[in-house]
């Protein structure tokens, strides 16, 4: 017969399948594998020894190659022959393909390598690569190709740079499943790529393919195949890394892959570029999708002219390029003539072209560049190719980036941004939103794909980019399409959700489920193939197995299955809307769901995904039923870690959390409901029947779940109140409850009206709210009161009391008395009342909401009440039996036998009494004050349990150790002898040393007497036995008790006359003596471990407990109480035993209406009512939820943006502090210490503190710190238009920070009038220069090159700009300030502070206000006189009127600045108009006038062209550093402050 070439392997499980195919691809691959290469990929080889001239000693070929590195067939031709590649080298087969084995090297990985010829670098063999990577290799398909270029030998890059590289790459590539691409050695960039790479964890599927010269590879003659291991099946070879020689460089040892390029020749460079651009489109257009080829980018980082080929290469072939700025040679080149080239028109053919151009002097700062790092390479023209090719980089502004490592963003989020700027089709944008969606930046998707107007993606576009996002688990993406308007209902199809499911990670809980599932159908098919029995069935069955075994991950899960383990997580309680019939299929359909929230948020929490889970959650049609379902889920996956013992603390805790949020959220959503509306609204959202959830309520799914958060909640303990009560008044106390019990009371009671039909079902809610007041008749009240929850539980409590009153008597009466025959009643009755607990038993079980009859049993076993019922049932039944056979055979006659029945009717029933007064307990739950305490039993039970193993340990031990010492001699058996060593031991520990008994045993232990039971003997009347009996007795004694009996044995007598003799005796022995210390010695150790540490730690323990158990007393009582609750109302009302009537009747009744069917047209039509009352009240129980779910979402911003204020609020107080802090310390230290001259301080290098005197004004220490430096880099330049500053950051503004690459325009305003030089060098600064007074008001500045520095950092721009002194421009700023006094006269006030008015003044062509100023940079200029003129010159301009009246106004200035003037500020000033050479300083004092001067109004001068007073009731429309200066006034006058609490510079 011929084989079958198609059966699978005889595996049954996957990875024995994996494990054959490896194995068979490592048997045989590699013979197809070599025979592949040899035909189809070639080498190139010398065959024409030229010798050089130049080299006599060591003959190298003009080729590169020694003599001995050459072929055998090589010809060797005269030393003045030409040589050229194309005449002298042919192709050979090749020779050097397989793995590396690097020695001395710490690397895991032994990469792949293969040397080809140049000419398979041509477009019609590098086809043939393809395969190479598909079939041999068996490479992963990757989302994007990452080309790093850059420079190798002279390598000279900041660690900073260095750094930021390697963590932008490795989170690129690890993010997309990139392919990286570079030179391969182990040298500059290709070592820094290697070694990220080779460090981090996660690289194992990270492809890093390297492309180098096999001419130029270090010890390249170790990569031939003649060197491979002689015993390997594999062409592996050795490879040594070690300092190469120059002009050569080694492989990296962490690169997956090489290529080694080989044209015959060892000299020449970069002949693998063309190889590795072909290889580079051979990867883009293998993995071609809808049309769109792979995307690539290039990065440089350094490199020389062959990494600017390279870029422009890259370009041309529409792929991206990011270039590292600062990292030195061409990248820096390339980045200076990127930015600073221009664009220009230009006319070539007739047509209009723009292109890229250098101004003259940025040509020549570029022409320094290229020399200072390639001047030995200017006499071959590097300087017009490279200007020339980075001109041409130029033109490709959208797709090219520069990344400096001062940029905000890492390198990663470069990389992407430069692929998403590159406009394309619909099919581009797909590509692009795939990448974004793999890399997780859902900001650079929004600011580049969605932002555009002419993206716009169709709906089915939008489906298949959301069941991307799903799959990888991007919820910022998830949002972003929902929001953009992906339609999530028309997404949750069939199809959907089973690729869904089965593209789950491996690390899921959910994953592990669905594979446990399959694992578990595995075994059972391979059971049903074994009992069928035939060859046929079993083979057809091993090629199912085939198929899935083919699959990867979870492939073939169907929506059954999901169904299926929803269906255990909820322990067989809930039917999936998946466990329909129609979704056990494979085949896809497109059918929406009414719930798609619902159904995404139990995928998302099958997935460990929370953050998505919570953003279904949001929109779900049941919020509160699916966080409850939720909470489960993530509480299953919590019990199975310890299942599957992964031992993952961080994933158990994530897992907890996330429980525990759903869990709140629901108990959220209920209060919500609770506060804000009736209680019948929220009391149907707990009873409504939902179909999406397998027709349950949100009331069962809590009790399923066991949410004990949301079964402690109020409006839940309210609505149970509600059924505990049943219809009786909420109000009616306990006592008249009991009262009632006899009837006719009931009718006497107050009951209300009802919410539920009689069937149990939710009436209509209009229904409800329209019903008037209803009149129960007495038979209606009747029943009402005996069907509710409290009454079934008194009644059965009393009727359970009576039981064990009777059964208890039962036990301990005596024989006799138990013959009576109203014992025999008694025991009848306890016989029925045990009977009659079965079917109620049996009825528990059936109303269980699950649907397999064995998950029902398991889960009402999982109470311990419930076992405790089924023991006491079963061994009350055997106690019966054993005393029924008693009572039969009694005959007055004493038997041994019958003796031996009855102990054992006594032992069975006490084991019984006791489970029933176990569940007795359970009555005791219903209180508030004893459950909790039975919930720290239960507690306390389980750790008594664990701690006894430990206590048995120390018992055992020093037990067995005493038994030996003390009783070397017993002839006890094994298990007595193990019973009273363990029994003495135990009660030593409560005290019962017997240190006498010990000298007695010890006696006994030695002297080896033969004892046997006397107690036997002596419960025997042995007189009145006749000889016959007694031997009789004997016999059957041997037999039952199987031990030895001698008549003639003297009992009385049990060792020695003289005990004391004996001990004596024994004592004095050495082996007694010794025995006897040591027991004592394990006896006080015994003691001291277990009385001592043990019991304390007993106790450490049970504090624990009771503390933990305190702490959730209220939550463990209400779910104790629930508990309580639903089993006593789904139990019958009459109590046992007369629940056996009850269900007598109810069988009669349900075979009657079996049989004459009267009633089903009835019932139909009610359950159709129901079902419309069911539909109604759901979907008003929807629009509830969905409106509290807004409630919240509202609250939860609003407390987030409240905590957000609050932080504010508290950093302000903070900072108040703070700075009232430190101006206490300032003034403190400026009073202690003694005062110096200002040109003293100057001159020692200090900062200037001047004081100084206004004529009889208080002084005041002007000098403080200036505002922040932020107005003085603000773009563009505001002191002429279109000029634009460097940006600086804020950690580059001091001069002491280094800044490579800052370089900022030069600009000084020519049409500004001043008596400046322009030669800079011929000032003098921190001096008097002349009449020009240079010396800065805050502090010394350095002067660099003959130019100042602005002393508090950089601006972005040189030069004087529009000011007209280098250096220091100082200001005299005058502030002239009144009280406000509107309308009346009166002064005006705020917040009880009065509002002052300030003197604002326009004295340039600006329409903005600003405060009175002049320029004071004399040296004759004094500080009173100028801030004088300003207000003469500027704010009071008297110069056309009369001397008398100007006397007058000197007169009142002079008063007012002696009195009413004060200090404001003197130092640098933050001003848009400020450079790195030139800057404002300003002196500021404020006048405070009244009077005549506060009435004058301001006149209009030569100097001011308006003036106006302006009231501070408000922020006035003035300059942000005016304002900073008014706020201190405002502080100093202590007066109304419109900016209070704001930071204004």
């Known amino acids: 017969m011929k084989e079958d070439n198609n059966t699978p392997p005889p595996w049954d499980d996957e990875e024995e399948g994996e494990l054959w195919r490896s194995l068979s691809f490592h048997v045989s691959c590699w013979k197809t594998f070599e025979d592949w290469v040899k035909r189809n990929v070639n080498v190139r080889e010398c065959i024409k020894f030229v010798k050089k001239k130049d080299n006599k000693d060591n003959p190298i070929c003009k080729c590169g190659n020694k003599r001995n590195d050459h072929i055998p067939r090589t010809v060797e031709q005269p030393p003045d022959s030409k040589w050229d590649q194309k005449s002298c080298t042919t192709l050979i087969e090749n020779n050097s393909f397989g793995k590396i084995n690097f020695s001395g090297v710490d690397t895991n990985t032994q990469p792949q390598y293969m040397r080809v010829a140049v000419d398979n670098g041509h477009s019609n063999t590098i086809k043939k690569m393809e395969r190479l990577f598909t079939e041999f290799w068996k490479l992963n398909e990757p989302d994007l190709l990452i080309s790093v270029t850059g420079g190798a030998k002279s390598f000279n890059v900041s660690h900073d740079i260095c750094v930021s590289f390697q963590q932008g790459l490795l989170s690129a590539a690890k993010s997309t499943n990139a392919w990286l691409i570079t030179g391969g050695q182990n040298c500059g960039v290709m070592k820094l790529v290697g070694d990220v790479i080779g460090r981090s964890i996660f690289t194992s599927k990270i492809c890093t393919i390297g492309v180098g010269n096999w001419g130029k590879t270090w010890r390249r003659e170790m990569l031939l195949n003649r060197n491979r291991h002689p015993q390997s099946r594999e062409p592996i070879v050795n490879y040594t890394l070690d300092a190469p020689a120059k002009g050569y460089a080694a492989l990296d040892p962490n690169h997956t892959h090489h290529f080694l390029v080989d044209d015959g020749t060892a000299e020449k460079e970069g002949i693998e570029i063309e190889f590795r651009g072909e290889l580079e489109n051979l990867i883009c257009n293998m993995f071609t999708k809808d049309g769109v080829s792979l995307p690539m980018v290039c990065i440089m980082i350094e490199g020389g002219m062959q990494s600017i080929d390279q870029a422009v290469s890259t370009l041309r072939k529409g792929n991206t390029l990011v270039v590292l700025k600062g990292s030195g040679r061409a990248s820096d080149i390339l980045c200076y003539g990127f930015e600073h080239s221009i664009e220009v028109e230009t006319v070539e053919d007739g047509e209009k072209k723009k292109v890229r151009m250098l101004t003259e002097p940025c040509r020549k700062e570029m022409i320094k560049l290229i020399d200072k790092d390639f001047s030995k390479y200017r006499a071959q023209g590097i300087v017009e190719k490279m200007i020339t090719a980075v001109l041409e980089i130029s033109m490709y502004r959208e797709t090219v980036t520069v990344f400096s490592i001062y940029n905000p963003e890492p390198l990663d989020f470069y990389i992407l941004s430069s692929l998403m700027q590159s406009s394309g089709n619909s099919a581009t944008r797909m590509r692009q939103m795939r990448l974004a969606i793999t890399w997780g930046h859902a900001r650079v998707a929004k600011e580049f794909i969605f932002s555009r107007k002419e993206y716009k993606f169709s709906s089915d576009e939008l489906n298949s980019l959301l069941l991307f996002s799903i799959i990888k688990q991007r919820t910022a993406f998830v949002k ?98 998946f466990c329909d019939p129609k979704y056990n299929e494979r085949a896809q359909g497109d059918e929406t769901f009414e719930n798609p929230f619902d159904i995404l948020t139990m995928y998302s929490a099958l997935a460990d995904c929370q953050p998505m889970a919570l953003l279904f959650w949001e929109n779900c049609k049941t919020p509160m039923a699916t966080g409850l379902v939720a909470h489960k889920i993530y509480m299953f996956l919590d019990k199975m870690e310890g299942k599957w013992a992964r031992m993952d603390e961080e994933m158990t805790e994530k897992l907890e959390n996330a429980a525990h949020e759903f869990e709140m959220l629901s108990c959220s959503l209920l209060t919500a409901c609770y506060h804000n509306y009736d209680k019948s609204e929220w009391i149907n959202i707990l009873t409504v029947k939902m179909k999406d959830w397998g027709h349950l309520s949100l009331f069962d799914i809590a009790n399923i779940t066991n949410c004990k958060n949301f079964i402690s909640h109020a409006a839940y303990q309210s609505h149970l109140t509600d059924i505990w009560m049943g219809n009786i008044h909420a109000s009616t106390p306990t006592w008249k409850l009991l009262l009632s019990i006899i009837p006719p009371l009931p009718i006497f009671l107050s009951f209300n009206n009802r919410v539920t039909n009689k069937d149990g079902t939710m009436k209509r809610l209009d229904m409800i709210c329209e019903e008037t007041p209803h009149k129960f008749s007495s038979r ?92 006491a049932v079963l061994l009350f039944l055997v106690a019966f039996c054993i005393k029924a056979r008693i009572d039969s055979d009694d005959d007055g006659i004493y038997d041994l036998n019958k003796f031996s029945s009855y102990h054992q009717y006594r032992l069975i029933a006490s084991l019984c009494f006791g489970f029933y007064s176990l569940r007795f307990v359970q009555m005791f739950e219903i209180n508030s004050q004893i459950g909790p305490k039975l919930f720290m039993l239960k507690r306390m039970s389980i750790d008594l349990f664990f701690f006894l193993f430990l206590l048995l340990v120390f018992t055992v031990t020093y037990s067995i150790a005493s038994e030996a010492l003390l009783y070397p001699f017993n002839n006890n058996t094994l298990g007595d002898s193990i019973f009273m060593s363990v029994k003495r031991s135990y009660l030593n520990v409560f005290g019962d040393i017997g240190s006498e008994d010990m000298d007695k045993k010890l006696v006994t232990g030695h002297c080896n007497v033969d004892v046997v039971n006397q107690t036997f003997w002596q419960s025997m009347s042995l007189a009145d036995i006749n000889k016959t009996e007694f031997k009789k007795t004997i016999e059957h004694t041997k037999k039952l008790f199987k031990i030895d009996i001698r008549e003639n044995l003297d009992l009385t007598k049990y060792c020695s006359d003289n005990d004391i003799v004996n001990i004596n005796v024994i004592k004095a022995s050495t082996v007694g003596k010794v025995n006897y210390y040591i027991t004592f010695f394990l006896l006080c150790c015994y003691l001291l471990f277990v009385n001592i540490m043990l019991i304390n730690l007993l106790i450490a323990i049970f504090s624990n407990t009771y503390a933990e158990s305190e702490a959730k007393s209220g939550i463990i009582y209400k779910t104790q109480r629930s508990e309580v609750i639903l089993e006593f109302k789904a139990r019958p009302w009459l109590p046992n035993p007369l629940s056996l009537v009850y269900f007598i009747i109810l069988f009669f009744q349900y075979v009657v209406d079996k049989c004459f069917c009267k009633k089903k047209l009835y019932r139909s039509q009610i359950k159709k009512v129901n079902r419309q009352n069911a539909s109604f009240n759901a979907f008003r129980a929807s629009l509830i939820e969905s409106e509290c779910v807004a409630i919240y979402m509202r609250r939860k911003k609003a407390m987030a943006a409240s905590t957000n204020v609050i932080l504010e609020q508290m950093q302000l107080k903070m900072k108040n502090m703070t700075n009232g802090i430190e101006r206490i310390e300032t003034h403190l230290k400026k009073t202690i210490a003694p005062a110096k001259p200002k040109m003293e301080k100057q001159e020692s290098g200090e900062t200037v503190e001047d004081k100084t005197e206004v004529e009889g004004a208080v002084t005041v220490t002007k000098k403080e710190e200036p505002p922040q430096h932020k107005l003085s880099r603000i773009n563009p330049y505001a002191g002429a238009e279109g000029i634009l500053r460097y940006t600086v950051p804020d950690e580059k503004v001091p001069w002491s920070v280094v800044f490579e690459w800052y370089d900022p325009n030069d600009f000084t305003d020519e049409t500004v009038t001043t008596d400046e030089t322009d030669n800079v060098e011929d000032l003098k600064f921190n001096a008097i220069d002349g009449k020009v007074d240079r010396i800065s008001l805050y502090k010394p500045y350095e002067v660099v090159d003959g130019d100042p520095l602005n002393p508090c950092g950089r601006t972005g721009l040189k030069g004087r700009g529009s000011l007209l002194r280098w250096g220091p421009n100082k200001f005299a700023v005058t502030i002239v300030t009144r009280w406000a006094r509107p309308g009346t006269g009166n002064a005006f006030s705020i917040k009880n502070k009065q509002v002052i008015e300030i003197l604002l003044v326009k004295q340039d062509k600006s329409q903005i206000f600003s405060l009175p100023k002049i320029q004071m940079d004399k040296e004759s200029d004094k500080r009173v006189e100028v801030h004088r003129r300003v207000m003469k010159k500027v704010c009071y301009d008297y110069e056309n009127v009369s001397a008398a009246e100007n006397d007058n106004v000197d007169k009142l200035l002079q008063k007012a600045f002696q009195t009413n003037c004060m200090d404001v500020y003197s130092g640098y000033f933050d001003d848009s108009v400020n450079t790195d050479n030139a800057w404002v300083e300003v002196d500021v004092v404020t006048v405070h006038v009244d009077g005549q001067l506060a009435t004058t109004p301001p006149a209009k001068g030569s100097t001011v062209l308006e003036a106006t007073w302006m009231m501070l009731n408000k922020k006035p429309v003035v300059r942000q550093n005016d304002a900073w200066l008014l706020k201190r006034v405002c502080t100093k006058l202590r007066c109304y402050n419109p900016w209070r609490g704001e930071v204004l510079l």
Do not use: C, W
Not at 495 to 509: A, K, M, P, V
Not at 549 to 554: A, E, F, P, T
Not at 846 to 864: C, I, P, Q, W
């Open 780 to 871: 209606e009240r009747l029943e009402l009161y005996y069907t509710s929850p409290v009454i079934k539980f008194f009644l059965n409590t009393i009727t359970y009391l009576i039981f064990l009153m009777l059964f208890m008597t039962r036990l301990i009466a005596t024989k006799s008395a138990s013959s009576s025959k109203s014992s025999m009643g008694a025991d009848y009755y306890t016989l029925v009342f045990v009977i009659s607990t079965l079917p109620v038993e049996v009825s528990q079980i059936m109303k269980k909401h699950t649907k397999s009859v064995k998950k029902r049993v398991l889960n009402h076993f999982k109470r311990v009440y419930n076992i405790s019922d089924f023991l």
């Open 480 to 577: 972003l399409l929902i929001d953009y308007g992906a339609d999530v209902r028309a997404f949750v199809t069939q199809t959907h959700l089973t690729r869904l499911y089965n593209e789950l990670r491996s690390s899921t809980g959910g994953y592990r489920l669905l594979q446990e599932k399959r694992k578990k159908e595995k075994i059972e098919r391979g059971k049903n193939t074994k009992s069928e029995g035939g060859l046929q069935n079993g083979r057809k069955n091993k090629n199912r197995f085939s198929i899935r075994r083919k699959d990867k991950g979870l492939r073939g899960v169907m929506l059954s299955d999901v169904g299926s383990i929803m269906g255990t997580v909820m322990q067989g309680s809930y039917k999936s809307i």
